[in-house]
C-alpha cells in the first residue's frame, strides 16, 4: 500500500508506526476466501457473528479512550467518532444494527445473534480492546485502535462488501454496515494520526505506542486466524 508523505513533527513516530503496519499486518484470509466465493454462506454468518460481538462493545472501547484524553480535538474526534457508532442517532442506523442487519441477510436469525458465544480469540481481541483503552494513556490507546484497528478497516471492508454482493446476491442495502466505514474510518484514521503525533512528545510515549500496535496487531491475526477456522468447519 502506497502511503503518501506526511507532515510530522518530526519524531519520526509515525513514519515507525506505518512501516510496522506495513511490515507485520497480514492479509485477512476470508477476504480471499470471499473473492474467490470458496467460502459458503453459513461460513461468512459465521464470520458476522462473531464480528458482531466486537462491535456491540466498540462504542465502549471509544468511550474509554475518551475519557483518558488530555486532548480538546482528540475528545472532539471521539465524541464524532461514538455519535457515527450511534448511527447519529437515527434509530437502525447505528452500527451494531447495521451490523446485525447484515448478520441476517447472511442467514441469522435474531437469536443466533443474541446467543452467539465468543470464540476464545474474540474474547481475547475485546479484552484486550477494554484493557488497553480503559488502562492505556491516549497515545497508546489511540495508537492501537485508531492505527491498529480502524486503518486497515476501509479497504478490507470496502472489498467484503464488493464481494458479498457480486458472489453471494447480497444488496448495498445489506452491507450498509461495511460501506459506512469505507469514508467514515478513512477520516477517522487520518485524524488519530496528526492527535497521536501531537500528543506523544517524549520517547517513553513514543516507545508505548510501538508496544501498543504490536500488541494489537498481534492479538488481531489470532482473532482473525482463529475465526477464519470457525468459518471453514461450516462449508
Ligand atoms: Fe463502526
Given at each position: 500500500m502506497a502511503e503518501t508523505a506526511?507532515?510530522?513533527?518530526?519524531?519520526?513516530?509515525?513514519?515507525?508506526?506505518?512501516?510496522?503496519?506495513?511490515?507485520?499486518s497480514f492479509r485477512d484470509p476470508m477476504l480471499d476466501a470471499v473473492r474467490s466465493g470458496s467460502i459458503s454462506r453459513a461460513g461468512i454468518c459465521r464470520w458476522m457473528l462473531q464480528a458482531s460481538l466486537v462491535v456491540r462493545d466498540f462504542t465502549r472501547f471509544i468511550s474509554a479512550i475518551h475519557a483518558n484524553c488530555p486532548d480538546q480535538n482528540g475528545r472532539q474526534l471521539l465524541a464524532e467518532n461514538l455519535w457515527e457508532e450511534h448511527g447519529r442517532g437515527v434509530e437502525g442506523r447505528d452500527h451494531y444494527s447495521l451490523a446485525r442487519r447484515l448478520a441476517r441477510s447472511l442467514g441469522a436469525s435474531d437469536a443466533d445473534l443474541d446467543n452467539v458465544q465468543p470464540l476464545p480469540e474474540t474474547a481475547n481481541y475485546i479484552n484486550h480492546c477494554f484493557n488497553v483503552t480503559r488502562d492505556g494513556s491516549f497515545v497508546e490507546s489511540m495508537t492501537a485502535l485508531g492505527i491498529g484497528?480502524?486503518?486497515?478497516?476501509?479497504?478490507?471492508?470496502?472489498?467484503?462488501?464488493?464481494?458479498?454482493?457480486?458472489?453471494?446476491?447480497?444488496?448495498?442495502?445489506?452491507?450498509?454496515?461495511?460501506?459506512v466505514h469505507v469514508n467514515e474510518d478513512e477520516m477517522h484514521a487520518r485524524r488519530a494520526e496528526e492527535l497521536i503525533d501531537a500528543n506523544a512528545t517524549t520517547a517513553e510515549l513514543r516507545e508505548k505506542a510501538i508496544q501498543a500496535l504490536?500488541?494489537?496487531?498481534?492479538?488481531?491475526?489470532?482473532?482473525?486466524?482463529?475465526?477464519?477456522?470457525?468459518?471453514?468447519?461450516?462449508?
Open positions: 506526511k507532515p510530522t513533527s518530526g519524531n519520526g513516530l509515525l513514519d515507525e508506526l506505518l512501516l510496522i503496519i506495513r511490515e507485520e484497528v480502524e486503518r486497515p478497516i476501509p479497504g478490507f471492508f470496502g472489498s467484503m462488501a464488493k464481494h458479498l454482493c457480486s458472489n453471494y446476491g447480497l444488496a448495498p442495502s445489506d452491507v450498509q454496515y461495511l460501506l504490536r500488541e494489537m496487531l498481534v492479538v488481531k491475526r489470532q482473532f482473525a486466524e482463529a475465526l477464519y477456522r470457525h468459518c471453514l468447519d461450516a462449508n
